[in-house]
């Protein structure tokens, strides 16, 4: 290594990831290719095979993996003031701009064309379908995970609840572990993990608890700013496969209660596609543009420490634990199995709300493929794509 594998500060780590979060763009796979080029090759902060064993565990784990990635890095490097600059640095530049964006729809409504914020929603279209297409390439490769897969999408179509989602991906698991062989692995892990099992069991009962407590104190509180951290903190837990996934999830704990109808949905999350960093920033939008208080920054800022809140815990929870869990085959299975789930709920996700709301006449389809087969087969970016689509959705009126 180049020597810099000594610890660093905080400011270090907050600064080199505010970079990143400005000029990330691409989505979660992108943001580990930027990652690896950062500190694996030009900074050395640690070797090939300890950045393999780190985004394994992000992937095994609930949540934003990109986002989890770099706090592990910055915990790595700098502690746990680290691992909050590393996603200060990485999250703040989208999500303020996700935010500002949500003030311009509400306050502004009427200086922006229908027309643009509907293309928004078609550019949502083909960004989930790429998402479908490409994690069912992955994660559903034969039969057994197919049929899983086809399963889960119809129990979330037909019955479109939050809970039916937990549901489908909690009896995934027990089918993988069942049906799917598990891979079994010798070789050791490497990461220099300085943590404390009993440390990381207190972060893991903690995520725990507050998983099963937030719903009940919602409840019993009645209070508008609880409730939204209910929401987005059990969003944030239940996320598996990447920031795609949280799509549904967020459109049954929010449009149903009425905090934002589904156009704003839709719009504020092609616009989404549109802006370096996690997609998790979606959440300060849909915090700020809620039509109930707690909104604004308020409820922006609010919404975005909820949904990155689990993220926190189980990284600080699950890195005492890796060395041994990622040989487990029996893991591995569980894992397939959800994956497959995973894949199922986004596609009901992308025949309802996505394709519902968007394509409603052959000009919507027209601009819905072509942005579909830029990002996929021309790989032209997804913000150039989204920006493609506002502009001619403006034009066409």
Not at 97 to 106: E, H, K, P, R, S
Not at 117 to 137: I, S
Not at 209 to 215: D, F, G, R
Not at 240 to 248: E, K, N
């Amino acid at each position: 290594m180049n020597g810099e594998r000594k610890r660093a500060g905080a400011w270090d780590v907050l600064f080199v990831f505010l970079r990143l979060g400005l000029t990330s763009f691409g989505g979660p796979i992108a943001h580990l290719g930027y990652f690896r080029e950062e500190f694996v090759v030009r900074r050395g902060w640690l070797d090939e095979r300890e950045y393999a064993d780190l985004v394994a565990l992000c992937q095994f784990l609930p949540g934003p993996a990109s986002s989890q990635v770099g706090m592990a890095l910055g915990y790595l490097r700098a502690g746990y003031g680290g691992a909050l600059a590393a996603w200060l640095g990485f999250t703040l530049p989208s999500a303020v701009a996700m935010i500002l964006f949500a003030l311009g729809v509400t306050r502004h409504a009427e200086a922006i064309p229908a027309g643009m914020l509907h293309g928004l929603k078609v550019a949502a279209v083909a960004v989930v379908a790429q998402a479908v297409w490409g994690m069912a390439r992955t994660l559903c490769p034969d039969v057994r995970r197919v049929t899983l897969m086809t399963v889960a999408a119809c129990c979330v179509a037909l019955a479109p609840f939050s809970w039916v989602q937990v549901a489908v991906i909690g009896v995934a698991g027990v089918i993988g572990l069942v049906l799917l062989p598990g891979r079994d692995s010798s070789v050791p892990a490497s990461l220099p993990i300085a943590m404390r099992r009993r440390t990381g069991l207190f972060w893991l009962m903690l995520f725990a608890v507050l998983l099963m407590a937030l719903p009940l104190l919602a409840r019993l509180a009645a209070n508008p700013a609880l409730t939204l951290v209910d929401a987005f903190y059990r969003a944030g837990s239940l996320v598996f496969g990447g920031g795609h996934v949280v799509l549904p999830l967020l459109q049954a704990e929010t449009v149903p209660r009425g905090w934002v109808d589904a156009q704003t949905f839709l719009a504020g999350y092609g616009a989404a596609q549109a802006v370096p960093g996690p997609l998790f920033t979606f959440a300060a939008f849909l915090g700020a543009v809620r039509q109930v208080p707690p909104a604004g920054w308020e409820g922006g800022l609010l919404a975005l420490g909820a949904i990155f809140l689990p993220s926190f815990l189980l990284i600080f929870g699950a890195l005492p634990f890796w060395a041994r869990w990622r040989h487990l085959g029996w893991a591995q299975a569980a894992l397939a199995g959800i994956n497959a789930a995973v894949v199922g709920i986004l596609l009901a996700a992308l025949y309802q709300p996505v394709w519902t709301s968007a394509i409603l006449r052959p000009q919507d389809f027209c601009l819905g493929l072509v942005a579909f087969v830029a990002l996929l087969f021309w790989r032209v970016p997804p913000w150039a794509v989204v920006g493609m689509c506002g502009l001619l959705g403006g034009l066409l009126g």
